[in-house]
C-alpha cells in the first residue's frame, strides 16, 4: 500500500521566518511526486517532481526530491501571511493515471 | 489552464436524502476523474476512480451502493450520496485528469461542503 507521511503536521511562524516542510513516502513503482498547496477549498498545484536532486522553483518557494532517500521538501523563503494553508504532497505510481495517494498535510501559520 | 467546475460548493440536507453532486470538466475530455472526501483538517482521502462508461472503481472501506458514482460523458462525472446520514458530512472534491500545459495534469473542483441534519 503506498504511503505519505508529511512532517510537522502543523506550524506557526512569523512572516520573513523560512519554512521546510517534509514529505516522506513508500510507493510502488514510483512516476512522481506532487506539491499542492489548499486554503479554503480545492488544491492548488505548486509542483511536480520526478527526478531526483533537480530543484524545482517558483518565487519564494522551491522544492527538490530524493529518490534514493524516498524524500521531498518543500521551502518557503520570506513567507508571508498569504502562505498560510495547508500543504498537501501526494504520490503517483506508474501506470496509475493520476490515482494519486496523499499525505496528511502540513498546516501552515504566517503570523504577522 | 483547465477548469473543473463543481456544484453545489455547498449543501445541507436532512437525513434519509440523497444529494448529487457534480464535476465537469469544461475545456478538456476527461477520461478519468476522481471523487475525494476530506475531513477537517486532515487530508483528502480518494474514494473512487470513475471512467467514462465503465464502472468506478471504489477505494477499500467505501461503499458503492452508498455513494454511487456516474460517468456517463467525458466531461461530467456525478457523485450521489444516497440515503445521507449526519456521519456522511464531509468535503467532497472532484478531480480530473487532462492535458495541462505545465506539468499539471490533475484538476481539482472547488468542492462541496455537505452537511447532513
Known amino acids: 500500500e503506498d504511503k505519505v507521511v508529511q512532517s510537522p503536521l502543523s506550524l506557526v511562524v512569523h512572516e520573513g521566518d523560512t519554512v521546510t516542510l517534509n514529505c516522506s513516502y513508500e510507493v510502488t513503482n514510483f512516476r512522481s511526486l506532487l506539491w499542492y498547496k489548499q486554503e479554503k477549498k480545492a488544491p492548488t498545484f505548486l509542483f511536480m517532481l520526478t527526478s531526483s536532486g533537480i530543484e524545482k522553483k517558483s518565487g519564494r518557494l522551491s522544492s527538490i526530491l530524493d529518490k534514493k532517500e524516498l524524500f521531498s521538501i518543500l521551502n518557503i523563503t520570506a513567507t508571508q501571511t498569504g502562505d498560510s494553508a495547508i500543504y498537501l504532497c501526494?504520490?503517483?505510481?506508474?501506470?496509475?493515471?493520476?490515482?494519486?495517494?496523499f499525505g496528511k498535510g502540513t498546516l501552515l501559520t504566517v503570523n504577522p | 489552464g483547465a477548469v473543473v467546475s463543481q456544484h453545489p460548493s455547498w449543501v445541507i440536507c436532512k437525513s434519509g436524502t440523497s444529494v448529487k453532486i457534480e464535476c465537469r470538466s469544461l475545456?478538456?475530455?476527461?477520461?478519468?476523474m476522481f471523487w475525494y472526501r476530506q475531513f477537517p483538517k486532515q487530508s483528502l482521502m480518494l474514494m473512487a476512480t470513475s471512467n467514462e462508461g465503465s464502472k468506478a472503481t471504489y477505494e477499500q472501506g467505501v461503499e458503492k451502493d452508498k455513494f454511487l458514482i456516474n460517468h456517463a460523458s467525458l466531461t461530467l462525472s456525478t457523485l450521489t450520496v444516497t440515503s445521507a446520514h449526519p456521519e456522511d458530512s464531509s468535503f467532497y472534491i472532484c478531480?480530473?485528469?487532462?492535458?495541462?500545459?505545465?506539468?499539471?495534469?490533475?484538476?481539482f473542483g472547488s468542492g462541496t461542503q455537505l452537511s447532513v441534519l
Open positions: 501526494a504520490v503517483e505510481p506508474g501506470g496509475s493515471n493520476y490515482k494519486l495517494t
Open positions: 478531480s480530473a485528469s487532462g492535458t495541462g500545459g505545465t506539468n499539471e495534469k490533475l484538476f
Open positions: 475545456d478538456f475530455q476527461a477520461t478519468t
